[in-house]
């Protein structure tokens, strides 16, 4: 911040306008490595668990999908893995995507998309848990 | 420093690859591909909620050639990007940037991540 000469007569505010608030970049980065952080148990459970009900069928992938421990563990993973690719790709998109418009879209497609297959991946383990 | 003297990032068609810039970019890569990837786990949950026809023609997919070909690299993936994401959240921390200790254990992600990769598979395959 050695130079503080303006460049543009733009006011600061224009400058600004449509970047967020100074301290969303803080907690973006916070979550990033916090789901970060749930995931490596979480993952490592969840891989060892269905290589070892590998080719299961539905009786099966039933009673383990719905057993307590295990659904609260799925809802866990699952929230903390759409959480985490969210941010990620948002982050990707940001560094890719130059055309402010473009840019807006596509944040709020993946944004939705993220909370849409969230949603009904928990829907269907608690419809299992609650035995529906 | 003045716009016009800022250092040019390495033009990346005359850069000699390194461990360290290879494994970097993998690990966007990997986050990206494993972020599409979770359309298939979604689409499994949702179909053993939605009953056995449902759950049958998930299973029979994944368990086709082209559904073990999605599901290894998947699964080889989500070990590389684990690996290396505990790489990454201890440099969060502060820690491991000697260039010495970068190259050990970037190696280290490459054989953890295979390493990984493997036990997986061979537990899968032993079960099915
Ligand atoms: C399994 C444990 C995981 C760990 C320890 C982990 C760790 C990390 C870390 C530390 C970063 C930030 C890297 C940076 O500073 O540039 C990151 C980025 C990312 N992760 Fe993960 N991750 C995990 C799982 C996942 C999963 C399951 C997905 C997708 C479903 C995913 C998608 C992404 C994406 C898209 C990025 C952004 C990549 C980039 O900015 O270059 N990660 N991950």
């Known amino acids: 911040m050695a130079d503080k000469t303006f460049r543009s007569m733009r006011?600061?505010?224009?400058?600004?306008?449509?970047?967020?608030?100074?301290?969303?970049?803080?907690?973006?980065?916070?979550?990033?490595?916090?789901?970060a952080l749930a995931l490596v148990p979480l993952t490592l459970w969840f891989v060892v668990s269905v290589a070892g009900l590998a080719g299961m069928d539905h009786a099966a992938a039933v009673a383990w999908i719905g057993s307590p421990a295990v659904s609260v563990l799925l809802?866990?993973?699952?929230?903390?893995?759409?959480?985490?690719?969210?941010?990620?790709?948002?982050?990707?998109?940001?560094?890719?995507?130059?055309?402010?418009?473009?840019?807006?879209?596509?944040?709020?497609?993946?944004?939705?998309?993220?909370?849409?297959?969230?949603?009904a991946s928990i829907f269907a383990v608690l419809r299992l848990a609650f035995g529906g | 420093m003045s716009a016009?003297?800022?250092?040019?990032?390495?033009?990346?068609?005359?850069?000699?690859?390194?461990?360290?810039?290879?494994?970097?970019?993998?690990?966007?890569?990997?986050?990206?591909?494993?972020?599409a990837g979770t359309l298939l786990l979604t689409w499994w949950?949702?179909?053993?909620?939605?009953?056995?026809?449902a759950f049958a023609t998930a299973q029979g997919f994944l368990g086709s050639w082209f559904g073990y070909l999605i599901l290894f690299g998947f699964s080889y993936a989500l070990m590389y990007h684990l690996c290396n994401g505990v790489r990454h959240l201890f440099w969060d921390a502060g820690r491991g940037f000697e260039l010495p200790t970068v190259y050990k254990s970037g190696w280290a992600v490459v054989i953890g991540s295979a390493a990984l990769t493997v036990i997986a598979w061979a537990i899968a395959l032993a079960s099915a």
């Not at chain 2, 016009?4 to 000699?16: A, D, M, T, V």
């Not at chain 2, 949950?45 to 026809?53: F, K, T």
């Open chain 1, 11 to 35: 006011t600061p505010l224009a400058r600004v306008r449509g970047l967020g608030s100074a301290k969303e970049g803080v907690h973006h980065w916070w979550a990033q490595r916090l789901t």
């Open chain 1, 75 to 119: 809802v866990l993973l699952v929230t903390a893995t759409f959480w985490h690719a969210q941010l990620g790709v948002q982050v990707v998109i940001e560094d890719y995507v130059h055309s402010e418009a473009v840019k807006l879209v596509a944040l709020i497609a993946v944004k939705f998309a993220a909370v849409l297959l969230a949603i």
């Open chain 2, 4 to 35: 016009e003297r800022r250092p040019l990032s390495p033009h990346l068609q005359i850069y000699k690859p390194q461990l360290t810039s290879v494994l970097s970019i993998s690990h966007r890569v990997t986050g990206v591909g494993l972020a």
């Open chain 2, 45 to 53: 949950l949702l179909a053993a909620a939605s009953g056995p026809e």
